[in-house]
């Protein structure tokens, strides 16, 4: 698979994550000169999601804005199904998704934790020409 570092949301280590958190990474759309269109945002899981009750989940959710802190105007422009920790399983692409058209300037990728914190997981998240298969 083929990254282009400028289109990433993260960083090529990943994102380690045990609570909601924004990716590291915002990109701007303007910037690129409409290179995201008719492309697909991933998210690879680098390092299996855990917790003490193995009852946690994460939803994936990509996020636009007018504004590059997302302070205000956020919308959902993509969201995967809350997905169970036992399928965050690390070197597997959990979540695709084609970005849809007419999005705000900015975006930004969004983990919705759900039930109980992670004491671990990793994500890397990066945009694509093609889906991608494990």
Known sequence: MIIDYGMKLTADAGQTV???????????????????DGLYINVQCLEAADNAGDDASVTFILQTSDAEDFSSGVLVAAQSEAIAQADLTANKIVWQAR????????????????????????????????????
Not at 111 to 132: C, I, M, Q, Y
């Open 18 to 36: 045990t609570n909601d958190a924004e990716t590291t990474n915002v990109f701007d759309q303007k910037k690129a000169g409409g290179a995201i």
């Open 99 to 134: 970005v849809p058209a007419k999005l705000l300037r900015y975006l930004r990728g969004y983990h919705d934790v759900g039930n109980a914190p992670l004491t671990k997981g990793k994500f890397r998240w990066f945009f694509s020409v093609s889906a991608e298969v494990n």
